[in-house]
Every structure is written in structure tokens, then in C-alpha cells.
């Protein structure tokens, strides 16, 4: 219980006055990842019940994206910008870290998270027309699950940064842990709570294949880039992970 508060603390910015003190081996907070999802999910779920009470759907669709990245302080939006920016950059390895580590806005990233917002606003907008506002509170659990992927077997270029804290320190076991409770979760939640139909529940399912998929072709490309994976990736992994799920679900359910 401690290392899931500790994570969901680092995680997002929802406010949990809880010290658990240090941990020496907080990397095995990733079997966590999906869990600290499911609680983004279900606050952004009842955000959006709650606002479609007051207001149409595409001002709930806005309104559940803006929940999100307040939720989480922007943190994986900011890895999405500095990794485009870098990524995109067409320099040497060493000129791209440096660019993401620059604080300043570039081109690419505001390309990047313009175009990922308004595509997240109107993926949530048909979804909520098509009423399957239910299907939100899995797309933060599929993302963070899906991001294990970038800490699975990787190395990262940078000697210090907030990423190296879980790069490469994904196990078989967490990884494994992590895929089955994710599925359990999301078949007893689509189905004993929203009474999805079984169709339903497996094309939920099949958005952790199609992540998975995405995510090991996306760091084999930034490998081609940069040798390895950063703290910056890894934000920029779950922001696409967000997208992805949500137009497999536009493209399977709807």
C-alpha cells in the first residue's frame, strides 16, 4: 500500500497527505502503474458524468481533458513537447538530450501537443455521443500499463534524470503482474459494473495488443535517435498510449 501511494503521489498531483518515507527499491512501484491509472480513469469518468449534467458534449469532452492534465500537473504533456522537440530536431544525439532539456517551446512541441489535444477532445466528444463515456476510465490504465514496454530491457543515454528511476528496472514478474490484473480489472469493471457485452470487453482488451505493438516499434525508433530512453519518452509514451487507446476504441466500438 505504501509504494502504490508513493507512486501515485510522484504520478499525479492529486493530494494525498501521506509520508511513506524513503524506499530504496521505489522501481518496483511499476506494477503499480495501471492501478495509479485506474484512479485518473474513474475521477475523470465521474468529472465527465458530472459535467455533462451542466453542459454538452463537446464541453465535457474539454472539460475531461483539462481534468487529465490537471490530474497529473502536465508532467506527460511536457515529455511529449521535449520529445518532439528533440526527437524531430534532425541533430546529433548529444544536440537532441540537450534539447530536451531545454525549458523552452519549440515548433515541433507545440505542434505535438496541440494536435494530441484537439484529437484527444474529439475522440471523447464521439465517444460520449455514442454513449460510451464509460470507456474513458480505462485509457490512463492502458497508457501506464503500455509505458512498461519503454522500461523493459532499456538503458538510458543520460547519467541523472527522473526516468532512470524505473529505466530498465522493469521485470518480467512486474511486467507480467501488471498485464494481468490490468485485464482482470478491465473485464470485471467493463462488464460487472457498465454490463459491457463481451465483444465490447475484448476489443478493450485488444488496445493493450495494438499499444504494446505501437510502443515496441515507437522505442525501437527512438533507439535509432538517441541509444536509449529518457524520463521525457517516457511522458511522451503515455500521452500517445492516451491517443492510441482512444482511437481503438473510436475505430472498434463506435
Known amino acids: 500500500m505504501k509504494r502504490f501511494i508513493s507512486i501515485l503521489q510522484f504520478m499525479t498531483r492529486i493530494p494525498i497527505n501521506i509520508d511513506t518515507g524513503f524506499d530504496e527499491e521505489f522501481h518496483k512501484t511499476i506494477t ?29 469532452s474539454i472539460i475531461v481533458t483539462l481534468a487529465l492534465v490537471i490530474l497529473t500537473g502536465g508532467l506527460h504533456i511536457d515529455g511529449l513537447g521535449d520529445t518532439f522537440d528533440a526527437i524531430y530536431s534532425y541533430r546529433d544525439k548529444e544536440r537532441m538530450l540537450e534539447i530536451m532539456k531545454d525549458s523552452r517551446l519549440g515548433t515541433n512541441s507545440l505542434l505535438a501537443i496541440m494536435f494530441l489535444i484537439l484529437l484527444k477532445i474529439g475522440f471523447i466528444y464521439s465517444i460520449i455521443n455514442n454513449n460510451l463515456l464509460w470507456t474513458v476510465i480505462f485509457m490512463p490504465v492502458v ?42 480489472l478491465m473485464i470485471g469493471i467493463s462488464k460487472l459494473i457498465f454490463l459491457a457485452s463481451t465483444f465490447e470487453a475484448m476489443m478493450l482488451i485488444s488496445t493493450i495488443i495494438i499499444l504494446f505493438i505501437f510502443n515496441n516499434l515507437f522505442k525501437k525508433h527512438i533507439y535509432k535517435k538517441i541509444d536509449g530512453v529518457t524520463g521525457d519518452i517516457l511522458g511522451c509514451t503515455i500521452e500517445l498510449g492516451e491517443l492510441i487507446y482512444l482511437f481503438c476504441i473510436y475505430l472498434l466500438l463506435i
Do not use: C, Q
Open 32 to 60: 503499480y502503474f495501471p492501478l495509479v491509472g485506474l484512479v485518473l480513469g474513474v475521477l475523470i469518468y465521474i468529472i465527465g458524468l458530472v459535467s455533462g449534467i451542466f453542459f454538452d458534449s463537446f464541453i465535457t
Open 143 to 184: 497508457a501506464r500499463l503500455g509505458v512498461i514496454v519503454m522500461m523493459y530491457k532499456t538503458v538510458t543515454p543520460r547519467e541523472n534524470g527522473m526516468g532512470n528511476l524505473f529505466i530498465g528496472k522493469a521485470s518480467t514478474s512486474m511486467f507480467t503482474i501488471a498485464i494481468l490484473y490490468t485485464i482482470i
